[in-house]
């Protein structure tokens, strides 16, 4: 009963922070979108993709061995130990940055900023390192409050800021130094609040032991950054920083709100099921009903995008960013498909699979992943690049779940009869705005609004006929202080 309490606390709590922080960030970022150009965009895209490896690296997969590890197992040299491991790395990375990475990038792309940028960009990387325990250690006892606090603080200022450096016509150096300020706020308030000082201590046992695990968690980000960015390398390197900028905006709208959902279940279900590791069945039975409350706030807000994608592009961006249309469209689909197994990988590391996690990673990089945008890109731009994206999450849909229903016991099908009701809905309310926008001759902003206002209240009467029970404890959990079992569907 207690876990099941710090489980809805938590996802009250870590729902509030993303969508506080998140929802700041994004409106942020629509901001900056109107005040910048599409190559801006394009040059942050180029640059964070080399520093995004090398956050990866750094980071070791200690972060998740520190988690996972079951308390009475875990000392104070275990901490002393993860953080001094990850800060010389983090260092050593930043040094390599600087010498290797950034002269790289910049000539492969032939953008003569990039040596200047990356370097700025990097900086963040250095100031995660010394609060990534403070927030292990908040994780770990499931305190999430703190946590919502400061990462909407955090994204608050950091946005207010950058958008007076973007009005100043400082272009692409506010997107920069956004983040910048995003981690540093970050740091100072983590550490305030734990007010956790590392000790000059560091043992190889405990080293090794965390890196056992850590190095398969490794392994898995190293593949899981190539499939998340290989997109990007080739349109920044094939089409250009004005085409990546495109499909960069078509990436924020739609994944910004897939990434942070499963963003939320992960970090407080990683704790939750390494807690009760031992019993298959309840992991099985939480992974089932997530799947469903995933795909149930996730299939509205890119039906939005599918059917009226166009709109909401010409009335929020202007006819300078009509390359994202059709992106847009299609990752908007590639993400709905996401969100169905959106939590396979964490339920493989949490019940200690993360090599399985690892291998299931790799091949669908290797054999799935890459060749399929490859090809897109290379012979369609960026429609192609997504249309690849999109069948790489069919197949990873299909190849996670076989492991997921060997390792738990949940099929394929169990699965999809949570989902189905959802998606049926979504797909007649689509047409149905789509119909309207072919027979209405009303202006782009008109149309945003009044297809908008059909899904909102056609998905409603949906909800209130048939999922009224997952809405009531969807609005349970955001309650946060109702001690109730957790999504009893």
Known sequence: ?????????????????????????????????????????????????????????????????????????????????????????????????????????????????????????????????????????????????????????????????????????????????????????????????????????????????????????????????????????????????????????????????????VKVLNKVLYPAYSAMQDDIKKIGHYYLRLARLNNLLMAPIMLLFIVLGNKVIYVGFGPEWEQTIVPLRILALAVIISSIGGSASIVMRSVGRPDLSMKVNMYCTTFSTVPLVVAGAIYFGIQGAAFGILTDRFVRLFVYQYHIHKLVGVSMMELSKQVSATLLTCTVIGIIVYSLDNVLHISDMAMLLTGGATIVVLYSIYLYLFERATVSRLLDVMKIRQRIPLLRL
Not at 182 to 208: D, E, M
Request: net charge positive.
């Open 1 to 261: 009963m207690e876990l099941n309490h710090k489980i809805v606390s938590g996802i009250g709590w870590t729902s509030l922070a993303t969508a506080g922080s998140q929802g700041i960030r994004l409106v942020f970022k629509l901001i900056l979108a109107k005040l910048l150009l599409p190559e801006h965009y394009g040059i942050i895209g180029m640059a964070s993709v080399f520093i995004s490896f090398v956050e990866v690296v750094s980071e070791l997969g200690l972060t998740s061995a520190l988690i996972q590890k079951k308390r009475e197992h875990i000392t104070t040299e275990y901490y002393n130990t993860a953080f001094w491991a990850n800060l010389i790395i983090t260092l050593i990375g930043y040094v390599a940055i600087i010498v290797i990475a950034a002269p790289f990038a910049s000539w492969f792309y032939k953008e003569a900023i990039l040596k200047e940028i990356i370097p700025i960009l990097a900086i963040s990387i250095v100031l995660d390192a010394f609060y990534v325990i403070p927030r292990i250690k908040l994780s770990r006892k499931m305190y999430f409050k703190p946590q919502a606090i400061i990462q909407i603080s955090a994204a608050l200022v950091a946005g207010i800021t950058a958008v007076i450096l973007a009005y100043a016509g400082f272009g692409v150096w506010a997107l920069a130094f956004n983040g910048i300020l995003t981690s540093l706020i970050s740091g100072i308030l983590y550490c305030a609040n734990v007010r956790w000082v590392p000790a000059w201590q560091f043992s190889k046992a405990a080293f090794h032991d965390l890196f056992g695990f850590g190095s398969k968690v490794l392994v898995e980000r190293i593949f899981s950054f190539f499939t998340l960015n290989i997109d990007y390398i080739l349109i920044g390197k094939l089409i250009g920083e004005s085409a990546l900028g495109a499909y960069t905006l078509a990436f924020i709208l739609t994944n910004t709100f897939m990434k942070q959902i």
